[in-house]
């Protein structure tokens, strides 16, 4: 209930309505602390733990000197079901390659039923870029996690960015178990998914996907023969 809520969480919610209002987006600034006092008729001290509060959640970022801005992937963590406390790390890679099958081969036959040519060219680009950190032996998981990413903007979907974060984690735990095990596989599968894409074909873009994704999953299933039970 509302009178049961403290004044910083009070003060919290009218900065979050705020921005919603204002249509305020990433890397907007907001008004300085000392306005957000006078507008908010809250002291120094709530405000701050206000801004505080939303920090926390990644909704503000605070820029010492500079002033108060909404944060990138806006009220999003970066583990926002605890997935980092899961001990058994090969169920849980099998278990969120599960979860992927489940959502992201619909989301890559809207993205080619949607994506325009210039779309389509940019999500290209992002496989070449996996391609040649992979091929280089550099780190690959950004660049990966950014290819996805791109499938699910140019989806439409206004709920799978929200996912991303539980992508991304898959996506790093499958990597920290198998290395550049399926080069190969993985390169092969995302050159489908673009093709794909740039010629608006749904049901290719969904087979290519699902692919992409059942290869991942039978790796981990041959990873955890014979292995240990892990408590969770």
């Not at 987006?25 to 006092?37: H, I, K």
């Not at 040649?132 to 206004?158: C, I, M, T, V, W």
């Not at 920290?176 to 093709?195: F, P, Q, W």
Request: proline content about 3%; aromatic content about 4%.
């Amino acid at each position: 209930m509302e009178e049961n809520r403290t004044l910083v969480q009070r003060t919290a919610d009218r900065i979050v309505d705020y921005i919603v209002e204002k249509g305020l987006t990433e890397g907007d600034r907001l008004p300085s602390e000392s306005e957000l006092m006078k507008d908010l008729e809250v002291s120094r001290t709530t405000t701050r733990e206000a801004v505080r509060m939303l920090s926390s959640r990644n909704i503000l970022k605070v820029r010492h000197g500079s002033g108060i801005y909404v944060s990138k992937n806006t009220g999003i963590s970066e583990d926002p079901l605890g997935l980092f406390f899961i001990r058994d790390k090969e169920r849980l890679a099998e278990d969120l390659m599960e979860f992927r099958l489940l959502v992201e081969p619909r989301i890559a036959a809207r993205a080619a039923q949607r994506a325009n040519a210039e779309q389509a060219k940019e999500l290209e680009e992002l496989a070449d870029e996996v391609e040649r950190l992979y091929r280089s032996g550099q780190p690959h998981n950004k660049a990966d996690n950014a290819f996805h990413a791109k499938l699910g903007e140019l989806s439409g979907n206004l709920v799978f960015p929200h996912l991303i974060p539980i992508i991304s984690k898959a996506i790093d735990t499958f990597i920290a178990l198998t290395g550049n095990e399926l080069v190969e596989e993985t390169m092969e599968s995302h050159r489908a998914i673009v093709e794909a894409v740039k010629a608006g074909d749904g049901v290719g873009a969904e087979d290519a996907m699902t692919l992409h994704l059942v290869y991942n999953r039978n790796r981990i299933r041959e990873k955890r023969k014979g292995q240990k039970p892990v408590d969770k």
